[in-house]
């Protein structure tokens, strides 16, 4: 285990900078158990942190701080412990430091593949399941409803393996020394997605399925036609000529908050692109169409130099921000991209994503029409910044979907979701008074804030949280078990009034 002082680490956007007292890059269980018995013993707290993708303080601490990037082995999960009724599921037990890009190669390997992925896969698997991170799919569930199994080091070093009441391990053939294992619903789901507060997550077992393809469309309109197929439900079920009348898997949009003449109507309009994805067979033979997305936006999306181009463009000519955004938008058309699963998930424009900076707000999705207000709420204030104080935003608006949970603390929890994003360039004019207005907006408008994005508006507003989150208090109940002294505790846990 490497052992490192005077050092400093920050998150992808370098706006939480701290300098521990010490880094620890443990490697094995027995060295995550060894940190928290010294940090108890002098009495400091300890806090595991990813690859810092989170734009909330989440992680941070200035005391002892765990990267766990070394704990990343990939294995299935022990048949031999299984309980008879879950022996066909496929589990597969991965360590907490994993990237997701790393876990989709093994998994790919495997002959395997993950249910479900955000847009991006430099995450690490613990950081994602601990903070809600969500792909889309209105049927399917975030990453987190697929853990079946977790290894967490709790205070004084003690390790539980944590399942739901019916878990995966069958206990009269459970023979993990040293580990105790508990299998409970409130525990479970407590666990499951509580930012680190409850200890320190060794590894988790997930369920998998087995290697699948998929077949994405990227297809251009306005935001009139597509609210209106919002409202009657037609953008969830259209197919096209490919499908053969089939459903899609997941939709996601992304929408230009600016209205600008279609040139061929002159009409101002909102140029949108709506993202679907369809059950695929693996192709015959390759075609270069099939292997990549669209070739502009492949190859210039993922250069930095596009990236520091188009912050430069944004301060100089700020009013050139509609059309490059539409332009943006543009460059993401595209008929057909086949592919393993995992790569199509992937959507691509990492090095941008990464220095982006985003407000998300989940809204129940039986009341879209509140949601459809909040997004028209924004546009009315991009237009009304752009012309009183010449701000503008720096990305599309985007909206992504997602099943209900069971998770306690998932913004998901109980309820389908609709998720809406404001994202901004890190680096433009304006970037924090627009995110402000965004938050202010979605929030009025009962939208509830994303744990590991922007949620500055949560300060102080323990009363929402508890009507919110209707079980937060078993949540609490399961922290004190875990997390008696405030061990594991942060600035996080105590502004959001969950310590």
């Not at 940190?35 to 002892?64: C, M, N, P, Q, W």
């Not at 070739?295 to 993922?302: A, E, H, K």
């Not at 603390?409 to 965004?438: K, N, S």
Request: proline share 3%.
């Amino acid at each position: 285990m490497e052992v490192r002082t005077r050092t400093h680490w920050q998150n992808t956007i370098k706006k939480y900078k701290v300098t521990p007292v010490k880094l620890f890059e443990p490697e094995t269980l027995d060295d995550i158990v060894s940190i928290i018995r010294e940090a108890e013993s002098r009495k400091l707290k300890v806090r595991a942190v990813g690859t810092g993708h989170s734009f909330s303080d989440v992680a941070i601490t200035h005391e002892y701080l765990v990267d766990l990037f070394r704990i990343d082995k990939v294995n299935r999960y022990d048949e031999r412990v299984v309980k008879e009724t879950f022996k066909e599921m496929k589990l597969v037990e991965s360590g907490a430091g994993i990237r997701i890009r790393d876990l989709n190669r093994k998994l790919d390997t495997m002959g395997l593949a993950l249910i479900n992925m955000g847009g991006i896969d430099h995450q690490k698997l613990a950081g994602v399941i601990s903070t809600g991170t969500h792909g889309t799919g209105k049927d399917i569930e975030a990453m987190q409803g697929f853990v079946q199994s977790i290894v967490l080091v709790a205070v004084g070093g003690a390790v539980y393996r944590i399942e739901k009441t019916n878990g995966i391990t069958d206990p009269t053939k459970f023979n993990e020394a040293g580990t105790q294992l508990i299998q409970d619903d409130a525990i479970f789901y407590s666990a499951v997605l509580s930012f680190g507060s409850m200890g320190i997550i060794y590894s988790l077992v997930i369920e998998v399925r087995e290697l699948y393809y998929l077949r994405e469309t990227k297809l251009a309109t306005n935001w009139k036609e597509l609210k209106k197929k919002w409202l009657d439900g037609t953008i969830f079920t259209e197919g096209d000529t490919e499908s053969a009348g089939e459903v899609p898997r997941s939709v996601s949009f992304l929408i230009n908050p600016y209205a600008l003449k279609n040139r061929k109507t002159g009409e101002p309009e909102h140029y949108c692109i709506v993202s679907r994805h369809y059950k695929a067979s693996k192709p015959r033979k390759w075609f270069l169409i099939e292997e990549t997305r669209n070739l502009i936006s492949y190859i210039f999306g993922n250069f930095p130099v596009t990236y520091y181009y188009t912050i430069l463009v944004f301060n100089l000519l700020p009013r050139r921000a509609p059309y490059l955004i539409r332009g943006s938008l543009k460059s993401l058309r595209d008929k057909k991209f086949v592919h393993k699963s995992y790569k199509v998930l992937f959507q691509a424009f990492q090095f941008i994503k990464e220095r982006a900076y985003d407000a998300e707000f989940a809204f129940d999705l039986s009341h879209t029409p509140s949601l459809i207000t909040a997004i028209e709420n924004i546009i009315t204030n991009a237009k009304e910044m752009k012309e009183n104080a010449r701000l503008y935003h720096s990305s599309p608006l985007g909206a992504r979907f997602v099943k209900r949970s069971k998770a306690y603390l998932a913004v998901e929890y109980g309820r389908d979701i609709a998720y809406m994003d404001t994202p901004f360039l890190l680096r433009t004019r304006g970037t924090e008074t627009m995110l402000e207005l965004c938050q202010q907006i979605m929030f009025d408008k009962d939208g509830i804030p994303h744990w590991g994005k922007v949620n500055s508006i949560l300060d102080g507003k323990e009363g929402f949280l508890a009507a919110t989150y209707p079980k937060l208090g078993t949540w609490k109940m399961t922290l004190k078990k875990f997390n008696p002294n405030g061990t594991f505790n942060n600035h996080f846990m105590e502004r959001n009034g969950l310590t």
